[in-house]
């Protein structure tokens, strides 16, 4: 039985559309996906400020708090939390060369106010953080703004959310590149400098996903590591990614199985969960996916996940131990082997 909860959000069921080319699979509601996600045990649901509130732009911020409270009442029906919500800074044209580091003043006020919208509806449906995805802000032509300006910005722009309530926390999901060509916060690292220049470091943190990690050519666990050392691992987006290419979301642990093994590992051994976390999931479809298999992906990282929870039970402590005081890693690699072919 695992000891972990997990979440997800509608994103990770989607169409099969790409940058190539179109659809392959029928849109799904919103509610249905909310739906199957309680249905297959899914304990919370991690939202986009616009997956909450459709056409949020069309709204007062009373309309929307109203929306979510409906949201709320739909999520408490299912006996499902929500996890986060994080302003979708990507789509709307105000967002074009990003929010919180736009050089136009009007779109930087846009991206504010989605932030502050980001947290109304949070706080709506008792989700105790936002996530901040930064996915325009840094640069597409390098001279186009500076990288010492920009930083700053990002930290006043978070110091103005952590004003704006006095409660909610500030998690920052790194991402070295893309759709960005050169990100300002890539790594765990620099959310962990971020997080202490502003004013309540306690409140900031960060979302590991696996895949960005690789992206940065970083180790995962090693990322998630870090974090936690600082008490400041407050999400993960597993998935899994080939090498450094396109952001792939691909399924839990099928493309480095000894990879996402010492994620999970990393996470029981800290007590990841014990103060609420749950384990999310960022995972996409194939785009060759049928309709009837639309939430197959999110499955089976569930359960490769569970899987490699009972390979993290048996390791065996003991052994590593004589391994490392006899330096016999070439043993402890084997053991490791092993016991993920089923071997041990
Ligand atoms: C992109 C991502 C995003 C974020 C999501 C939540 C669309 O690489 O990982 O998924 O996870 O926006 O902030
Ligand atoms: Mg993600």
């Excluded at 616009?50 to 069309?58: C, S, T």
């Excluded at 110091?159 to 050169?182: A, F, H, T, W």
């Excluded at 010492?262 to 479809?285: F, I, M, P």
């Amino acid at each position: 039985m695992s000891q972990f909860k997990f979440s997800v959000g509608p994103w990770n069921v989607h169409s099969g559309a790409d940058a190539y080319g179109p659809a392959t699979r029928k849109e799904i509601d919103r509610d249905e996906k909310i739906r199957k996600f309680a249905e297959m045990g899914f304990s919370a649901i991690q939202f986009h400020d616009d997956d909450a509130v459709p056409n949020i732009n069309d709204y007062t911020e009373e309309q929307i708090k109203e929306k979510a409270r409906d949201l709320r009442k739909y999520l408490d029906s299912l006996n499902l939390k929500a996890e986060f919500v994080a302003p979708r800074l990507w789509m709307d044209p105000h967002t074009k060369d990003g929010g919180f580091m736009s050089t136009s003043e009007e779109d930087y006020e846009y991206a504010m106010w989605r932030a502050y919208r980001s947290i109304d509806i949070a706080n709506e449906l008792g989700a105790p953080m936002i996530v901040l995805w930064l996915a325009r802000e840094g640069t597409l032509c390098a001279e186009s703004k500076s990288p010492v300006w920009a930083t700053k910005r990002l930290v006043s722009s978070i110091n103005k959310m952590l004003e704006y309530d006095p409660k909610i926390k500030v998690c920052i999901e790194s991402k070295p590149n893309e759709p960005i060509d050169r990100s300002i916060c890539g790594t765990m690292g620099h959310v962990m400098a971020i997080s202490a220049a502003t004013i309540d470091p306690a409140r900031v943190g960060g979302n590991v996903e696996s895949a960005h990690a690789v992206l940065s050519g970083l180790d995962p666990a090693n990322e998630m590591g870090f974090a936690l050392a600082f008490n400041k691992l407050f999400t993960v987006h597993l998935n899994d990614q080939n090498s450094i290419r396109f952001d792939q979301d691909k399924s839990f642990g099928v493309e480095n199985l000894r990879q996402a093994f010492n994620q999970v590992k990393v996470l029981k051994e800290n007590g990841y969960g014990s103060h609420g976390e749950y384990v999310g999931l960022d995972v996409k479809a194939m785009r060759t996916t049928r309709d009837e298999d639309s939430y197959k992906h999110l499955q089976n990282s569930m359960d490769i996940f569970r899987m490699l929870e009972e390979k993290v039970d048996r390791f065996d402590y003991d052994f590593q131990k004589k391994c490392v005081e006899n330096r016999d890693f070439e043993a402890l690699e084997m053991y490791v082997m092993k016991l993920l072919m089923g071997e041990v």
